[in-house]
């Protein structure tokens, strides 16, 4: 079966310009998380969406918004882009099923390298 | 404030030993725990986790163990395979209040394997 996918998988932009990441989860998945990897850090949560809703947000900046989809794939759009929003961003899915009917896996796509000139 | 650490940033073992990465989380509330794999350019690849409710999860070479009045789990890897070498990262998750679960990454441990 088919993964996240993400795209693009390298974006180069400049300083005060606007970006936007696509996120196609992983069919019959209906979550989606946004996550931010800086340098030599841990993936940091941003986002989440659950069946085209906001269900969680972390420390995603005003200048980012976000959202997802009647087929559930997911875009996040960045604006004003500063040289710290240079990162890899990752998507990940999950959803509800009967055998983990308590509990969701996360699935991550191979990230989306958003590098800011 | 990191909840979730991983205090050996990298470790590097022989072929065909056991990898033991470790993982400490400071918040009592998180009940699931995940182990993640990355390498480099690609996005984290699940691997195994466990809930709070058991103290251990075996999956092929793969075992992970939770000591919950320590705070505290890890990953084994036997026997250890030079295509195990990669990032691992762990992550506790616990229900937000809108019912979804919200992932705290530790900092990675690079492991090597040599041949």
């Known amino acids: 079966a088919a993964g996240v996918i993400q795209s693009p998988r390298h974006l180069i932009k400049e300083k005060r310009e606007t970006a936007t990441l696509k996120c196609y989860p992983i069919?019959?998945?209906?979550?989606v998380y946004w996550y931010q990897q800086g340098p030599g850090q841990d993936p940091q949560f941003l986002i989440s969406?659950?069946?085209?809703?906001?269900?969680d947000k972390g420390s995603i900046p005003d200048r980012f918004s976000a959202q997802q989809f009647s087929d559930y794939h997911s875009e996040l759009n960045m604006s004003s882009l500063e040289l710290g929003d240079s990162a890899l961003y990752f998507c990940?899915?999950?959803?509800?099923?009967?055998?983990?009917?308590?509990?969701?896996?996360?699935?991550f796509g191979p990230g989306t390298r958003l590098t800011v000139l | 404030d990191q909840q979730v650490k991983q205090n050996s940033p990298s470790l590097s073992v022989q072929e065909g030993r056991i990898s033991i990465l470790n993982c400490d989380y400071t918040?009592?509330?998180?009940?699931?725990f995940l182990w993640y794999k990355k390498y480099p350019a690609e996005g984290p690849t699940f691997l195994i986790s466990?809930?709070?409710?058991?103290d251990k999860n075996e999956d092929g070479r793969f075992t992970v163990f939770l000591n919950k009045s320590a705070k505290h789990l890890s990953l084994h890897i036997v026997p250890s395979q030079p295509g195990d070498s990669a990032v691992y990262f762990c992550?506790?998750?616990?229900?937000?209040?809108?019912?979804?679960?919200?992932?705290?990454f530790g900092t990675g441990t690079r492991l090597k394997v040599l041949a």
């Open positions: 990940a899915s999950s959803s509800w099923t009967v055998k983990d009917i308590w509990r969701d896996t996360q699935y």
């Open positions: 069919s019959r998945h209906d979550t």
């Open positions: 969406f659950y069946e085209k809703m906001q269900s």
């Open positions: 918040n009592s509330m998180f009940d699931y």
């Open positions: 466990i809930s709070s409710i058991k």
């Open positions: 992550a506790a998750s616990r229900l937000s209040t809108s019912g979804t679960y919200k992932y705290i």
